[in-house]
């Protein structure tokens, strides 16, 4: 006896945690998932409707379905590049990058902003598993971007996000969170989000941009960095 469309969608939630649990990690076929679940093609591909819309996972014709969001489409030799790039150099971009967005962000903000970037940390403090950690944390990170009020940098954090998806170091992001848990991120990242906010709010550009890198150093850490490595 076939189950249904809300039994369906649980046991496929189950089973991704475990068959994909890393951002970018390929689901078995649909011929698979449909008897390890024990639904019928139909209901499973509702069930992946309902996970796409929600970001969970994305598919590609040919290629197969992965976990996380659908990147943005990129040059061929964009994507190249990140698949290539390490971990290391990933953070080692966003550690050059990111406080000075920050920055920026402190000079040009007004009182809605701060509003709004409050709400990105209370977000975070809520999230109550790996995927809405993650969620929480790319949105926190965009919000900034968008409160410094230039196009480039927007679209470079944006890009930064598209490689959430498939790259190398996202690999190790998401093991990261595995490692560190939940509560490492909704209380010490959160942490770390609300005294970037606070600096934000009190126009002060330098305590900003301090307090970013030393988030994105304490994120390096805990992706296994050493401190020194980029010094």
């Known amino acids: 006896m076939r189950i249904g469309k809300v039994e369906?969608?649980?046991r496929l939630r189950a089973l991704i945690e475990t068959d994909a649990p890393a951002v970018g990690d390929r689901l078995p076929a649909e011929r698979r998932l449909t008897t390890?679940?024990?639904?019928?093609?139909?209901?499973?591909r509702?069930?992946?409707?309902?996970?796409?819309?929600?970001?969970?996972?994305w598919r590609h014709v040919g290629q197969g379905t992965f976990r996380g969001?659908?990147?943005?489409?990129?040059?061929?030799?964009?994507?190249i590049l990140i698949e290539a790039t390490t971990p290391l150099d990933l953070m080692d971009a966003r550690r050059m990058l990111e406080p000075s967005v920050a920055a920026a962000a402190?000079?040009?903000?007004?009182?809605?902003?701060?509003?709004?970037?409050?709400?990105?940390?209370?977000q975070g403090r809520m999230a109550?598993?790996?995927?809405?950690?993650?969620?929480?944390?790319?949105?926190?990170h965009q919000s900034i971007a968008q409160v410094a009020r230039n196009p480039v940098l927007v679209a470079l954090l944006?890009?930064?996000?598209?490689?959430?998806?498939?790259?190398?170091?996202?690999r190790e992001w998401d093991r990261t969170y595995r490692r560190v848990g939940v509560t490492e991120f909704t209380q010490v990242h959160s942490g770390h989000h609300r005294d970037i906010v606070d600096a934000i709010a009190a126009g002060d550009d330098g305590a900003a941009q301090q307090a970013m890198a030393?988030?994105?150093?304490?994120?390096?850490?805990?992706?296994g960095a050493p401190d020194d490595v980029h010094r």
């Open 214 to 223: 030393r988030h994105l150093d304490a994120v390096s850490t805990a992706m």
């Open 36 to 44: 390890a679940i024990g639904c019928s093609r139909e209901t499973l």
């Open 46 to 57: 509702a069930a992946l409707d309902l996970l796409e819309a929600e970001g969970e996972i």
């Open 158 to 170: 944006r890009h930064f996000s598209s490689t959430r998806c498939r790259a190398v170091w996202q």
């Open 106 to 122: 402190a000079l040009r903000r007004t009182d809605p902003d701060v509003a709004l970037l409050y709400s990105k940390v209370e």
């Open 8 to 10: 369906a969608l649980a």
């Open 69 to 79: 969001r659908r990147p943005p489409g990129q040059p061929v030799r964009d994507r």
């Open 128 to 140: 109550r598993d790996r995927a809405a950690c993650e969620r929480a944390d790319d949105a926190f």
